[in-house]
């Protein structure tokens, strides 16, 4: 762990699961969940070589930040880190996590190619999604799956965290069958978490007819 670890504003579980709560009751297929990503959901996630290692980072769908947070804590000092996240709720707590390296947009995931050139960031060597594919339109959850390919980094990860495996044939198009897949049992609800690694046979191999 670096020595430039980010916390999660003070601010406890309950309050930000509070949060989550009240936007899910607005917009329920945006915000997809009941309560923030448990502990363990979090080291999953982040707790991994590709991210200690990576210069950018992507975090798609951030929430109220307790995927950035632990994404940082994991990272290193010169790692930048992009948070991209659609529920205009959730911004104020991303933005309460006091660190150098986080850049917070309110946006769609779906213009990371813009926000990434917005803020100066190279090519991710890893892209995190909390997206929820199984609730999207089918076109709008190709085009988010389109620009996570075209944008990460050759030899980059993806890693999604997903209860339904619809994520999984919208990345088999761009990436393949996944790398890994591994269930989250204590997490509610349980969740998979699915890494992709993009080639540069696969980039060079994939036709995109759209
Ligand atoms: C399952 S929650 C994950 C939240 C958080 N990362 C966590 O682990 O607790 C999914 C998040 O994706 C966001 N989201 C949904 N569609 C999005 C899109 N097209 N672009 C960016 N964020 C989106 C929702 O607002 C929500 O915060």
Redesign the pocket.
């Known amino acids: 762990m670096n020595t430039h670890a980010a916390k999660l504003p003070n601010r406890s579980f309950w309050h930000r699961a509070a949060a989550v709560l009240t936007a899910w009751l607005k917009a329920p297929s ?4 009941v309560c ?2 448990s502990r363990w ?1 979090l080291r999953a996630v982040a707790d991994r070589e590709c991210v200690r290692q990576a210069k950018t980072i992507v975090d ?5 930040g ?2 950035s947070a632990a994404l940082l804590a994991q990272a290193g000092g010169d790692c930048r880190l992009l948070a ?4 205009a709720e ?1 911004i104020h707590s991303l933005r309460a996590i006091d660190d150098p390296r986080l850049d917070v947009e309110l946006g ?3 213009e990371m190619e813009r926000l990434l050139l917005v803020h100066g960031m190279t090519a991710p060597d890893v892209v995190v999604s ?3 594919f199984s609730s999207l339109p089918a076109d709008t959850a190709r085009q ?1 799956m389109k620009a996570v390919h075209r944008n990460l980094a050759d030899g980059g990860t993806l890693i999604a965290y997903q209860l339904r495996g619809d994520v999984a044939n919208y990345a088999a198009e761009f990436f393949g069958p996944p790398e890994t897949v591994q269930w989250v049992w204590p997490n509610l609800p349980p969740l998979r978490i699915y890494t992709w690694r993009k080639s540069d046979s696969a980039a060079s191999t994939t036709t995109d007819h759209s």
Request: net charge negative; proline share 12%.
């Open positions: 945006q915000v997809a969940s923030p990503s959901l798609l769908g951030p929430g109220t307790g995927t991209i996240e659609k529920t959730f769609d995931a779906a909390g997206i929820p988010i």
